[in-house]
């Protein structure tokens, strides 16, 4: 199946109501814990919803992605429904690990989506021995490795990003380089902070994109996966983006400059997608509004449905240890 | 039948599986290199040639590669991993114990990791950081088995158990065991040789072994240890102590059963470990004898271990780090008559 073409209304539709839904539901999420109703810590991913969304609409449905502690927009644009991921951020026994993952480790392997590694660059090793696996059997899948700017600083991106190249493995690198890992500003720890540079170090390719631009991300990402399937990989993807809310739960971003704040707002890629799909001609503001309208109603029901979910039964502490 | 050493009989154990599993492969730096060593202790030596495209030789990143394997198990594949010196995990722990450990638990049951990781351990006149036991740091690690294989029968069994479980194993081998040859041959090499059957065998992975019977003491070892504790209960047996040897060889889980079927028989029990005794195996066997079958004790538990050190170079100085036959004579005989 080829990704319908960039002009199809519907696969337009579909991006922006893909990252509405990202949105919401971190909003959502946010004001539930706020609100002390849900358990645990959470890692937020409002203002990067076009690197997920834009990445993973490259993908076909066998292909897998990796993520990190900030993946909730990575599994509800890799096909993580709503309801298995409230459930799961309420320790439910329906969530998709069945509350024994949460937050950090988000993932359905049916879905083409493996935990979230929330050791920082620990899955790029990882997706590149799933890589491996996939070219010694001879399947045509990729690996989409999601990981931030904090995680070049680790040696596992040097000891992954340097296996994958050697072996030409399937894996596309996604940097979203949102500037700061957690707090500490990407130019106070790297000389040089065009991350896509490094990939000709290791002898691949790389390119830096709007990671607020979805079509950019997008078309960036087809090339990659035809590259990678090809057998031309590993391509490394610095996507550049900006997170709207805190590192974590409780992270006010004082460290955040005003101004640059509000430079990286007014190019939010959820509005600046809605301004280009309106300019079309064929997409009214009523269609954006059915947009947001369907995707609060669809979350409002998650979470009631997830509030009610049954918890694990105390005997499930110590299932699922072995295999 | 024929008599193999613990290398001859893992790299036989290894063909096997790759010969019968296309999801097998190995993994490791200077495993496979034309005209190279196969592995710091020959045991993948001429695999490459045999497996093309099988034996992957990686860049000098321990933790990269056990990444790699990590990642290759959830898709499907069953990786040996060859970590050169065990020493080097602790650059691997990460993948191990963060990755493959919990993968399965963290995904609610939907992922399995059947991959296994090789390492040589003991201190061989190499100093302090290609030398450490490093069983001790993996056996609290659930989600983790860890083996000790101290003859080549079982070597091949186990290694073959492993490769076939759908779990992450922990699979330590001594380098005074291997009993290479040549240019790889270790001084102060003990024989670890075994027959080995000529059609298929495995050795379950849970299960620890009674190499010898006896009735006064029990005596608890495993890779190196195990052999000393054997030639201590030799000279035992002359002085009229007989002592029953158990290769513990499961370190996780470790088996009780058979363990404490011997300790209500003697009532007395002797753990010997190489490795500093300070937060070691030996402690947490203690722990677990006492819950099981601490009843039975008639005297309260020894420990022989090593010095709360690192491994020291000089020869005097290591032969006084590891523990060795005297020191296990001496703790029986003063168990016994207790």
Redesign the interface.
Known sequence: MNAPAKDDREFLLGLHERMVLIREFEDRVKFLFLEGTMPGTIHQCQGQEATAVGVCAALEPGD?ITSTFRGHGHALAKGLTVQEMLDELFGART???????GSM?M????KGM??G?A?VA?G???????????K??RRPQVVACFFGDGAVAE??F???V??AA?WNLPVILVCENNLYGASTRVDKVMRNPRISDRAASYGFRGETVDGNDVLAVHEAAQRAVAECRGGNGPVLLELLTYRRTGHSRRDACHYQPKDEREAWFSRDPIDRFAAKLLERGDVSAADLAAIKARVDAQIGAGVERAKAAALPALSELT????? | MKRQGIAEALRDGIAEEMTRDPAVFCIGEDIGVPGGWGGAFTVTLGLAEKFPGRIIDTPIAELGFTGIAVGAAMMGMRPIADMQYGDFLFLASDQLINNAAKMRYMSGGMIKVPMVMRAPVGATGRGSQHAQSMERYFIGVPGLKVVAISTAYDAKGMLKAAVRDDNPVMFFEHKLLYGSKGARAEPGAVDATSDIPEEDYVVPLDRAAVRREGTEVTILGWLLMAHFALAAAKELSAEGIEAEIIDVRSLSPIDYETIGASIRKTGRVLIVEEGPKTGGVAAEIAAGIMEHCGESLLAPIVRVASADVPVPFSPVLENAYRPDVPRIVEAARRLARS
């Open positions: 897998f969530g998709c690990c069945k509350g024994k993952g480790h993932g359905n392997m049916d493996v935990p590694i050791i620990g790029i090793p990882l997706a590149a021995g799933m890589a491996l696996a996939f010694l059997q040696g596992a040097h000891e992954g340097n296996m050697i299932e699922d240890v072995f295999a």
